[in-house]
T-cell receptor
Framework: QKEVEQDPGPLSVPEGAIVSLNCTYS??????FMWYRQYSRKGPELLMY????GNKEDGRFTAQVDKSSKYISLFIRDSQPSDSATYLC????????????FGKGTRLSVIA | GAVVSQHPSRVICKSGTSVKIECRSL??????MFWYRQFPKQSLMLMAT?????????EQGVEKDKFLINHASLTLSTLTVTSAHPEDSSFYIC????????????FGSGTRLTVV
């Protein structure tokens, strides 16, 4: 079993839809959970990060972490064509300089 | 916010030559930087962890003599692909964490290497 599992999609939704992206993980030592957006041929851009369990909201984006289920989610409300990208979940342990472990990434297309 | 600058963004080189990729933290000090490789439609794979003033730590299966990493200062890490071959063609990305500014890791814009 991989440390982080993420459905690669592709996922295609109409403009204005609510998008739900998810990852599961197996390592209970993970404490920091992040979502990155990556456009083609660009470096990943940090969207959200969350420590331990809970919810975090930033504009149209909401990140949820359920450590008891080892499950994290990213919700995008009122999706826009500009949201079309690959979304990567990533996580790390509690140490300041441990590398991130990434999911495979989900390719999202928002159709106008 | 924390910014990581990576150069060059794109390079084409002949087989057998070496290519150097630079990664700089512009507004923070990074004692540790990470180097990733990404093949088309795949996720980021960690290659090595670069530590300022000491040897890099390489992931299993990554040849340390082929992918030379130098982290000579708190703001600069370099990755040199030596004797490049076509199978080394990939997207290379560096990352660092500003420990004073939260827990998000910042990524460079990536370097697309094509070996012909």
């Amino acid at each position: 079993q991989k440390e982080v599992e993420q459905d690669p999609g592709p996922l295609s939704v109409p403009e204005g839809a609510i998008v739900s992206l998810n990852c599961t993980y197996s390592n209970s030592a993970f404490q920091y959970f992040m979502w990155y957006r990556q456009y083609s041929r660009k470096g990943p851009e940090l969207l959200m990060y969350t420590y331990s369990s809970g919810n975090k909201e930033d504009g149209r984006f909401t990140a949820q972490v359920d450590k008891s289920s080892k499950y994290i989610s990213l919700f995008i409300r009122d999706s826009q064509p500009s949201d079309s990208a690959t979304y990567l979940c990533a996580m790390s342990g509690n140490s300041g300089n441990t590398p991130l472990v990434f999911g495979k990434g989900t390719r999202l297309s928002v159709i106008a | 916010g924390a910014v990581v600058s990576q150069h060059p963004s794109r390079v084409i080189c002949k087989s057998g030559t070496s290519v150097k990729i630079e990664c700089r933290s512009l507004d923070f000090q990074a004692t540790t930087m990470f180097w990733y490789r990404q093949f088309p439609k795949q996720s980021l794979m960690l290659m090595a962890t670069s530590n300022e003033g000491s040897k890099a730590t390489y992931e299993q299966g990554v040849e340390k003599d082929k992918f030379l990493i130098n982290h000579a200062s708190l703001t600069l890490s370099t990755l040199t692909v030596t004797s490049a071959h076509p199978e080394d063609s990939s997207f290379y990305i560096c990352s660092a964490r500003d420990l004073t500014g939260g827990w998000g890791y910042t990524f460079g814009s990536g370097t697309r290497l094509t070996v012909v």
